[in-house]
């Protein structure tokens, strides 16, 4: 049998919009270009778009669509949108024609002509209805396509809009069916409110006149959402719409009374749709601009969360997440908007809060496992963090927040303690294992301020804890995972301990030794001995077991991570006990390295190590770090002679821990008196000659210079004042070298930190001279090799251009003592302002700002922008006009003011814009003689460079037809 064709589906007859004469004139020769698309042509275009497997067939056909039917205005482009809504086309095509339609509305509203309106409106209602039966996504595009329309419409051609389309329901029912009707104007009642409340609308011309209509329609809308609902309060379309109206629809919260009655019903069916669309009628609810000024009215909805607890109890109990999930967002939205002004209410609002806490504990403490089983409670932890931030403001209100909410703050510990426990096995694949680390780190930071609130009551709460953990585990010691959650919590209470107690965490410090060795368990409990440093300041007696336990991890391969934080923790606030124990440290410190200590655990280490060298006497402190440091120091010598790739990462690492020593090393005074030794300064000029070799024989490794650049940045930043005669110049000397053999980005950022720095010194004039000439000849050569296009070079050009920006601020003469270069620098930082990146633009952009304000006081600088100037000025109007990105513009408006005020001495810029925006179609043929005449006065009259912005972007807009 041959199969028999189908029926291809005939266009229906409808009126078509076509643009105004004057905008067919003006996109005629773009219309020209254009092919009359055909339905067939697009059928199949939309065909490969959907199903061909092939991406590029997909992508090709995608251009295709988007060229010749939905950017064409022709009749024929609209002709193809309303066959393809055509009821029996497939969804896909009614999809994509009535997202067309939306834009073409959107976009090109104004090019229709006015005798077409009112048939287009009729034919997009028509359509509205038919594709009720068809789809719900394309029925959402066709009422997001009328809402446009009608949004453009109010008032001159459409007054009246929810009025007509309620009007429309009888007619609709009779040929598409009650149930499609309905649906279909609830869709686009929902849909038109969001779109009045839109940020286009908003800011739109007739936004009054949409914000009237909203006025005039909910007073028809309400009762005719009432009546529905009322006679089918399991209407979720309904309910939705009421939800959208609640949100978008200015609704007055006193005129919602009966409607939010009737929402609060829904809540009673466990239906997920149902209950999911009450639940964002009653969230709009809860967060309407009237709740604050009028609480009064919320008390019923208040009322109803509280007495939904139960509901949600067994809900979650049950495992039905989408009610568990819905409850929450209720209570969490309660409280995020209304819990401050409940605190505020005074007495008679106390009983209600508390209420609303213990609503949001449920919340939290769901029974499930995060975030495996459930993530509601996940959601409750930010605004904990929020609540717990406003009890604990100040000492007033923690104590009164200790003696009303108290009990319910112990049970947030008691909750959270047992949520941050990891699970009974090892189920967690790596994006739950990321989404618990998230999750702990939020609960601790709630414990933190629990502990600040609770003080005593809290270490209390959590010592008991952990004396009921650590019997349990040493019956038991596969069940860790409690023992482990309490130390958890512990570490991030222990920095809140009270100075002054001396009953439970002494206690604490006698369990640590008696926790079971399991990994997780450690790790918390060494984290735990580092949090308590503060407290254990002044109680060195109990230092020595503790350090004992952190040294352990610290050479524990997999536990050298918590052993290094643990130790900086301790030698900040202990390191004057500790020096005693230095060498020790620094040996089990090399431990750690061959345990595999990452970079940061290393500088971690030399953090402590360097807190403890501070606390020795002056006369000690240089060769005691000296000698720290000394095995560090060696192995970078050692891997700076050769590129080798396995030396690579350690060359990086030494670099970073040798710069992490010298800045901790960094001494302000010494017991109240300004400090007379400074440690760093030898340490720096012994790693020297291995820096200096990493950058002369790495210096094709980017990783590496910049590794070496921040540590002689530490190196000349700290030890500026004494520096060793020689040093800086040698600093200056292989930092040009190793820029001539590679030009690396971050040596010119190098170079311009030396010239911030010293560059105000008399004496240091010729060496910045020196490194200015020599790191700009080799960066133009750089430039010029590129054949101008200097695009792939933006890392450098950035850098460059900063380092050519502090130059002309701090040290001028610098750059104008070389013949030649300041012309060059100023061309190429004309040519940067083309490149794409934002940042770059930036740069480029103050370094002319700074080098056209020298041209008052500087002669060279006057001339190079009287000879160059003007190609400045055409670059300038050219990106405002077609290149530069929009959020770039206000750089060239930042040079263009500055040449308007520095460099118009004679009338030179008023001059030189005069002529260029004299000639015809210059800088776009979108803008005339008079615009630009407006422009050119408006921007020589501006004196304040805020403005001046604004004119640009004013102008920009013009000059791209937008």
Known sequence: QQ????????????????????????????????????????????????????????????????????????????????????????????????????YKLGSHFHELPQDVLASL???????????????????????????????????????????????????????FGPHAAQRAVLEFLAVFCEEVDSD???????????????????????????????????????????????????????????????????????????????????VAVISHRDAKAQPALLMPVFLKILERRALYAQAAQEGFEE?????????????????????????????????????????????????????????????????????????????????????????????????????????????????????????????????????????????????????????????WHSLEST????????????????????AIVTLLPQVTPQRPVTRSAVLLIGAMSAWLRSRPVLLQPLLARVLDALRTPGMVSEGAEALRDLCEECGAHMAVWLTMIVQQCESGVQAGATVQDR????????????????????????????????????????????????????????????????????????????????LFAAAWPAIDSVLRVWNADSEVVEAACECIENGFTICKAHLRAGLLGQIAAVTVDSFVLSPQAALPALAGKIVRTFGKSEPLLPLCTELVARLSQRTFAVFEHSGGDIGEYTELVHTYMAFITTTLVTCPAAIFQSSGLEVAIFNWGTAALQLPQIVTIEEAGKMLCAFIELAKTVGRAAAVVTAHGPALMDACLRGIAQTMQRSALHVVAGALFALCQHCNAGGFATRV????????????????????????????????????????LEFAVLCRGV
């Open 603 to 682: 500088k971690f280490m030399v953090e402590g190590v360097c807190d403890i060298v501070k606390t020795l006497p002056p006369e000690s402190m240089a060769p005691e770090a000296l000698q720290t440091l000394s095995a560090n120091i060696q192995r970078l010598g050692h891997c700076s002679k050769v590129v080798a790739p396995a030396h690579r990462d350690l060359v990086i690492a030494e670099l970073k821990v040798i710069g992490q020593a010298i800045k901790n090393l960094q001494l302000a005074s010494v017991g109240g008196q300004p400090a007379q030794h400074f440690p760093a300064e030898p």
């Open 3 to 102: 199969p028999q064709p189908q029926p291809q589906p005939q266009p229906q007859p409808q009126p078509l919009p076509t643009a105004t004469t004057a905008v067919a004139h003006q996109h005629q020769q773009q219309q020209e270009e254009l092919q009359q698309p055909q339905l067939a042509d697009a059928e199949q275009a939309l065909r490969v778009l959907y199903h061909d497997p092939d991406t590029s067939h997909k992508t090709a056909a995608e251009q295709w669509l988007l060229r010749h039917v939905r950017e064409n205005q022709t009749r024929a482009a609209w002709q193809v949108c309303w066959s393809l809504l055509h009821p029996e086309a497939p969804a896909e095509f009614q999809f994509f024609a009535a997202t067309t339609l939306h």
């Open 200 to 282: 286009n609308a908003r800011a739109g011309p007739n936004c009054a006149a949409l914000a009237d209509e909203l006025t005039r329609g909910r007073q028809l809308v309400l009762p005719f959402l009432c009546a529905l609902i009322r006679s089918n309060p399991a209407d979720e379309q309904s309910l939705r719409c009421a939800a959208s109206w609640l949100e978008h629809g200015s609704v007055p919260l006193s005129a919602a009374g009966d409607l939010v009655t009737l929402v609060m019903t829904a809540l009673d069916d466990p239906r997920p749709g149902v209950f999911d669309a009450a639940v964002d009628a009653l």
């Open 121 to 175: 409106r009729s034919q997009l209602l028509s359509t509205m209805f038919s594709s009720a039966v068809v789809s719900h996504l394309v029925l959402r595009q066709v009422c997001v396509a009328l809402a446009t329309y009608a949004a453009h419409a109010v008032p001159h051609s459409w007054s009246n809009v929810v009025e007509d389309v309620l009007g429309t329901i009888e007619g609709a029912a009779e040929l």
């Open 913 to 952: 814009l005069q002529q260029l925006l004299a000639q015809p179609g210059y800088p776009s043929p979108h803008v005339t003689q008079e615009q630009k005449v407006a422009f050119l006065d408006k921007l020589l009259q501006q004196r304040v460079k805020r403005r001046v912005v604004d004119i640009v």
């Open 323 to 479: 009610v568990v999930v819905g409850y929450c967002r209720m209570v969490v939205t309660a409280v995020e908007v209304h819990f401050k002004s409940l605190l505020a209410a005074g007495p008679q609002a106390v009983d209600l809060t508390i209420g609303l806490f213990a609503a949001l504990l449920d919340c939290t403490n769901h029974p499930g496992q995060y975030p495996t089983i459930e993530t509601s409670s996940q959601m409750t932890m930010k605004l904990w963090y929020q609540v717990m931030q406003t009890l604990s403001a100040d000492v007033d209100t923690r104590r009164h927040s200790r003696a009303v909410y108290g009990d319910v703050l112990e049970s947030l510990l008691r909750v959270l303690k047992r949520k941050v426990q990891l699970p009974l096995a090892d189920t967690f694949d790596e994006d739950a294992s990321q989404l618990m680390e998230a999750y702990r780190r939020e609960a601790g930071e709630v414990v933190m301020f629990l502990c600040c609130l609770l003080k005593d009551r809290c270490v209390g709460v959590l010592r008991e804890c952990l004396e009921a953990d650590v019997a349990a585990t040493s019956q038991t010691p596969a069940r």
């Open 487 to 506: 130390l958890f919590c512990l570490s991030h209470a222990a920095p809140m301990f009270p100075k002054q107690e001396e009953v439970h965490i002494p």
